[in-house]
């Protein structure tokens, strides 16, 4: 019984608080204190569409890369703050069309499409990129895509190959692919805690399966009944399927993580970065609240 009213406390404790807005530090990988301003290009490669942000005063140098595979039948604009984030950051994010169209599953010629694709559009505009500073993500879909990307890029000895994976709500697993990925690779997968869409199993197989040294599984909590850790948290912009527009599941998750992801490459690929490999990956901006992460380190 004891248990059970500490439980209830906390819970009325996280209710009664509103929700965190951005963090106000700079420092803080999801904050929206910003160092450069961003340009948008939309290219065309293959036939498909690829619009990439990135920063607009730092093209003269090589910059982090940032991949990022959509949801099914959900395009930029879902995605498009978190991507302006991370060029505001200091990486340039590349938004692949990287499927034929909504019945789509040829994971393995995807996977090649997300890689080939973003080379693609980098290459068209001259960008410069720091080949050991280049993380896969994507969301449902997209992520599962991602994942098959990570393998394939290896076993076709890709120019652009991941140095770190963040998978959030991995819709499935190509266990050949997957068992690609060189030892080094920095590999996070992360599930909600509502998410009736996709199994919490497919997120589990991932991390079980990764042949890496440094891995971590990620149950994004929801913040109550105020903000719940739905399928479509990612989304920056509300799709007839679900999501909301950037709040902050965004500051102390996707935006957190992905950018300290990008920022750990960085600074040699150390797996240090505590945003995302230490304490304060769990932080959710409220007291009484953290995400649960299960690491092998």
């Not at 906390?10 to 209710?15: E, L, P, Y």
């Not at 499409?113 to 960008?127: E, T």
């Not at 290896?154 to 819709?171: G, Y």
């Not at 709040?247 to 990008?262: D, E, M, P, R, S």
Request: hydrophobic share 40%.
């Amino acid at each position: 019984m004891k248990a059970v009213v500490v439980g209830c406390l906390i819970c009325f404790s996280v209710m009664a608080q509103e929700l965190p807005g951005s963090p106000a530090s700079a420092e803080h990988p999801g904050s929206k204190i910003y160092a450069h301003e961003v340009e948008r290009r939309d290219v065309r490669c293959d036939g498909r569409d690829v619009v990439v942000t990135y920063p607009r005063d730092l093209v003269a140098q090589a910059l982090p890369l940032v991949i990022y595979g959509h949801g099914q039948a959900l395009g930029f604009e879902h995605y498009e703050q978190t991507l302006v984030h991370l060029a505001r950051k200091g990486a340039i994010a590349v938004h692949p069309q990287y499927d034929k169209g909504f019945f789509d599953q040829d994971w393995v010629r995807m996977g090649r499409d997300f890689v080939s694709l973003a080379s693609c559009a980098v290459r068209k505009l001259g960008l410069l990129v720091a080949e050991d500073q280049v993380v896969f993500t994507g969301h449902s879909k997209g992520a599962y895509v991602a994942g098959v990307a990570a393998g394939v890029a290896v076993r076709e000895a890709s120019k652009l190959t991941a140095n770190a994976v963040v998978l959030f709500q991995p819709a499935g697993i190509d266990p050949t692919s997957w068992a690609l990925l060189p030892r080094e690779t920095k590999i996070t997968v992360v599930h909600a805690d509502q998410d009736t869409i996709v199994d919490r199993a497919i997120t589990e197989k991932l991390y079980e399966q990764a042949p890496v040294e440094q891995k971590q599984m990620i149950i994004l909590k929801s913040y109550g009944a105020q903000l719940e850790a739905k399928h479509f948290w990612p989304l920056t912009k509300k799709s007839v399927f679900g999501g909301t527009g950037e709040n902050a599941f965004h500051y102390y998750g996707a935006w957190k993580w992905l950018t300290a992801a990008v920022w750990d490459l960085r600074d040699g690929n150390r797996a240090t970065n505590p945003y995302l490999y230490g304490p304060q990956a769990a932080d959710k901006g409220v007291v009484a609240l953290e995400d649960s992460i299960q690491r092998n380190w």
